[in-house]
């Protein structure tokens, strides 16, 4: 009988100190984000991103919406990156499925080491269609990884942190420029996703100038975008990010007198697959 007792004391204590333990955890987790956590880059990492590009006129009015899978992989060899299977669709009306989907066989493994030399023309293969599009997954991927690690050592719990060396005019591999205006960062939280603990960073960046100019078309306008990165505080890697972008330019076609205005939304998810 004492035995018995004996062990449910320990027991208790056992449970005890280890929801101290728990708590304790999380209030470090909301004191400061880990000094010392270090991206292991030889960790193998696959996701999927969806991105879909949808057309209104500046009424809000539905014109078309075009969508972009593609699978990315990190933690190759040499630090590269790769893409496969990359599909785009399209769709007429919000009120229909996606239909026409198509394999971007010019994307299919194709494989770099992450740096601003992907804004060089070069850097890019020949693509037979939807080229800034194709080429906006590689910036897009690009700008979640800055957002999860450039500025992570700066960050305090809930107090805006600015981005002043992102912001910047970058060369879009020479078909225009878009320009970073004032990018701003902000550990939200921690959360649990894919089995990690995570810090919630949010970003956003507003009003930045946009020109697109070639022998097909001429854009000017503006973009706001906005969203989240999820950065497992076990190995830094990201575990989930979003991003909204809203975008109003002036289009002017070979041959038109006047440009004709439009509204395009691109949302993007990025889910962690391996």
């Known amino acids: 009988m004492k035995t018995r007792i004996l062990l449910m004391i320990v027991s208790a204590f056992l449970a005890i100190s280890s929801s101290a333990q728990t708590k304790s955890d999380q209030v470090n987790y909301l004191l400061e984000l880990p000094k010392d956590l270090e991206l292991d880059k030889g960790i193998q990492q696959k996701y999927l991103m969806t991105v879909n590009y949808i057309d ?74 939807n080229t800034t599009q194709l080429q906006n997954l590689v910036w897009d991927m690009m700008a979640f990884e800055v957002f999860a690690w450039e500025y992570f050592d700066s960050l305090k719990l809930n107090v805006e942190f600015v981005a002043k060396s992102a912001n910047t005019e970058v060369d879009l591999a020479g078909s225009g420029t878009f320009e970073n205006k004032d990018i701003r960062l902000n550990w939200n939280g921690i959360s649990k996703i894919n089995n990690e603990i995570c810090a919630i960073i949010e970003y956003t960046a507003m009003n930045n100038p946009l020109m697109i100019k070639n022998d097909f078309i001429d854009i000017k306008g503006r973009s706001h975008y906005w969203g989240y990165v999820y950065v497992s505080l076990e190995d830094k890697q990201i575990e989930y990010a979003m991003m909204n972008e809203d975008v109003i330019m002036e289009i002017k076609f070979p041959g038109q007198e006047n440009a004709q205005s439009a509204n395009t939304i691109r949302k993007i998810t990025l889910k962690k697959i391996q």
């Open 56 to 129: 209104f006129d500046m009424f809000g009015n539905f014109k078309k919406e075009t969508q972009i899978l593609g699978e990315y992989t990190n933690g190759l060899k040499d630090e590269k990156v790769k893409w496969n299977n990359v599909f785009i669709s399209n769709r007429n009306s919000d009120e229909q499925g996606f239909y026409e989907s198509r394999k971007m066989n010019s994307m299919e493994d194709f494989s770099y080491v992450p740096s601003t030399k992907m804004l060089n023309p070069e850097s890019f293969p020949v693509f037979s269609s």
